[in-house]
């Protein structure tokens, strides 16, 4: 299955928190209504909007771990970001 | 005579003190968990670079392949595991005293790919300054050059330069010598998508040591061919 670029950042950014907080990144993840996550895959789909799907994914992990959190998103997310015209980047992700 | 407690304030101090201790305990929760996230972070950083290095000590001291295929599994080991878009690895070629050869390239988007998007292998030509300052590393924008100025030092036309940039989109790059014995024997290159200025400090880290594992590999099979660092000066000068 192929995946969109926003589902590929999001599944960029779990891995990123995963390597850090281990399983606790993915739990959080499923909290996000629209994402729907297929994680042994390491495969997502988003139903919503994808610009807010993304953004209350990294605040979710914001919550709990601060804004140190944002940056490992960020760079995470960095080498798929300039696939996305700036106004379709999220912007926490700017 | 029974003493009594002031009625007024008691009962505020015992609402306050709850409040302010759970508050306190909030700050403190929140503060530790940063403080392990961060640590954590480290590890996992760390955990990265010695993985890498591990494989590139395998590639080096157990392969007898040539430089070439040596060269060109270390930079795909270094894309595979790490977000460089591009890791190129200039040596020194046996047959030319004035430039370097591209012999390992690697691009993140070119993984799987069956052919290289080079019509013919990259020279690094030695008349760069760089090369013989005293710097052992360099950040390059490429945002502010035009495809000539970066063909310059490539022995590569500035078409071939725009096709490569079409295919990835470079907007900065870290360049680190391989220096033996004083002598730069190659160049590691790792491309960004993002400007020179985003380029974290945790990415030179892992980048300088990952050029210092790689230097055995130049010491074995390119000492005999190095030359001394002071040509490039002479050159240069001239």
């Not at chain 1, 760079?75 to 992700?93: C, D, F, G, H, Y």
């Not at chain 2, 071939?160 to 900065?172: A, D, N, V, W």
Request: proline share 5%; with cysteine.
């Amino acid at each position: 299955m192929s995946m969109d670029v926003y589902a590929q950042i999001a599944v960029k950014i779990i891995a990123g928190q995963e390597a850090i907080i281990g399983p606790v990144a993915v739990e959080q993840a499923e909290r996000v209504p629209d994402l729907k996550i297929d994680w042994p895959n390491h495969e997502i789909t988003i139903t919503g909007d994808k610009v807010s799907a993304i953004q209350e994914l990294i605040e979710k992990y914001k919550e709990l771990f601060g804004q140190i959190s944002v940056e490992v998103s960020k760079q995470a997310a960095a080498s798929l970001m300039e696939q996305l015209p700036e106004n379709a980047q999220p912007a926490i992700l700017r | 005579m029974e003493k009594t407690e002031p009625q007024d304030t008691a009962p505020k101090k015992r609402t306050r003190l709850p409040f302010q201790k759970r508050k306190q305990l909030e700050q403190d929760i929140e503060h530790i968990t940063a403080e392990m996230y961060k640590r954590n972070q480290e590890l996992a950083d760390t955990n990265k670079t010695l993985l890498l290095l591990r494989t590139i000590d395998a590639l080096v001291l157990e392969s007898h392949a040539s430089v070439k295929m040596v060269c060109e599994h270390i930079s795909q080991a270094i894309t595979q595991a790490t977000d460089y878009p591009l890791v190129g690895l200039f040596t020194r070629t046996p047959h030319d005293q004035d430039q370097m050869r591209l012999y390992g390239f690697s691009g993140k988007e070119l993984l799987g790919g069956s052919s290289s998007p080079l019509s013919r292998p990259l020279h690094l030509k030695i008349s760069d300054e760089w090369l013989a300052s005293a710097n052992t590393s360099r950040i390059l924008s490429l945002d502010g050059m035009t495809p000539r100025e970066m063909a310059e030092n490539l022995d590569i036309s500035a078409t071939e330069i725009g096709r490569l940039l079409r295919l990835m989109p470079l907007k900065s790059l870290y360049e680190v010598k391989l220096v033996v014995r004083r002598r730069v024997v190659g160049v590691l290159i790792i491309g960004f998508h993002g400007d020179a200025n985003n380029i974290s400090q945790s990415d030179k880290t892992l980048i300088d040591r990952l050029t210092a594992r790689s230097r055995p590999l130049m010491r074995q099979r390119t000492t005999s061919l190095a030359w001394p660092a002071t040509s490039f000066v002479r050159r240069s000068q001239a």
